[in-house]
């Protein structure tokens, strides 16, 4: 992808899943990476391998939550580079469970890291992508984001929010030179399955419960980058994520008898303690 050649590119989340994959496609193509993570040795490691591999990267430590770290790195970036061509808001976390089992602080970290860290990240960057007069803000969402997600719902509000942010923010910036994209995927392959706390249940395998087949992380980087190269609004996938979104958008009830099975299987395994 000759687009990403010597463009700079900040990817948050960027130590494992699609932050990773994101990571080694951008650098295969030519592009200079940062890769941000939490976990700032996982970074550090995944920038290591790509250098070794003949990309241009460097890891940080990045927590997303937090405003001033997420606008020093932006800043240190363009810094170095005197530029910012893409930022990769792609850091998440979740929590399973039902609603009537979970307090303010669960919700509290959700929204911190899925949308206040793309808040933070989306206009810190815009800010000076509109100043350089151009640049592509992707944001990570979800297809929980376009048709909800029970059992997950803070989760799926988060990623509603950062799908109005991203399409909100586009038309604001389209005169000025600046381009947003919202990635809505389906099922693909993460940590974040093994990594989620589940409230009241045990699941001892995380994907044997997942409907759908996750998709290989570098094959849905190849499919976000190939969206971001075409300016696409939304990048939605696999095919029966986009099937899910049209039923939805047809007629929201087609999908109520998916909603009610899902909260009917968590049920039958919740312990009502």
Known sequence: MDQF??????????????????????CQSGARVVVADSNGEGAQNVASGLNQ?????????????????????????????????????????????????????????????????????????????????????VNIASL?????????????????????LSTSLRAEGEELGVK?????????????????PVLQADIPDPLAAIPFKPMD??????IILRGVARNHRFIVFPFYARLLWWLYRLHPALLAPLDRQTVTEFRAIRRDE
Request: charged letters at 20%; aromatic letters at 8%.
């Open 217 to 222: 992380t570098a094959k849905a980087a190849q």
């Open 53 to 137: 591999a003949g990309g241009r990267a460097e890891g940080v430590a990045l927590d997303v939550s937090r405003a001033e770290d997420v606008q020093k790195l932006i800043a240190e970036t363009v810094a170095k580079h005197e530029r910012l061509d893409y930022m990769f808001n792609n850091a998440g976390i979740t929590i399973a469970g039902e609603v009537r089992d979970m307090d303010l602080d669960h919700w509290q970290r959700v929204i911190e890291v899925n949308l206040r860290g793309v808040i933070y990240g989306s206009t810190t960057a815009y800010t000076v992508m509109v100043e350089q007069g151009f640049g592509h803000i």
């Open 180 to 196: 947003v994209s919202v990635v809505c995927p389906g099922y693909v392959q993460s940590n974040i399955y093994y990594a989620t």
């Open 144 to 164: 929980a984001g376009l048709i909800g997600y029970p059992i997950n719902t803070p989760y799926a509000t988060t990623k509603y929010a950062v799908v109005g």
């Open 5 to 26: 050649k010597d463009k700079v590119a900040i990817i948050t989340g960027g130590a494992s899943g699609i932050g990773r994959a994101l990571s080694q496609t951008l």
